[in-house]
């Protein structure tokens, strides 16, 4: 089963050195165990473009679609074997990066 784990924070590019260490330690973890599948950051939400093409409406809207003070400022797409084993791999990503995270399975 796949699941995405998204780190929750209110700016990006914010892990201090020690952070990014345990997050490092935490990535070999998941690739060492067969959990990896891939992880990365992502940028504020105030370089975001909402594009709606639905009918060709042909609209863009620069910024993002939810104005919050907290925002996915990362992720990791992992295997795991069942809810279980994600829940807990969340919360070890958690503790490595020193964030609120959600888990949710991936369809298909």
């Given at each position: 089963m796949r699941?995405?784990?998204a780190?929750?924070?209110s700016k990006s590019r914010s892990a201090s050195g020690n952070e990014m260490a345990a997050?490092?330690?935490f990535n070999d973890k998941l690739q060492a165990n067969?959990?990896?599948i891939m992880a990365c950051g992502v940028d504020d939400p105030a370089k975001a473009t909402v594009i709606d093409n639905r009918s060709d409406l042909g609209q863009v809207i620069a910024g993002p679609l939810h104005n919050t003070e907290e925002f996915m400022a990362g992720f990791w797409i992992i295997n795991a074997d069942?809810?279980?084993q994600a829940k807990q791999l969340a919360t070890e990503g958690s503790k490595a990066?020193?964030?609120k995270v959600e888990v949710r399975p991936i369809l298909g």
């Open positions: 699941f995405i784990i780190v929750i924070d997050i490092d330690e067969g959990h990896w069942s809810p279980e990066c020193n964030r």
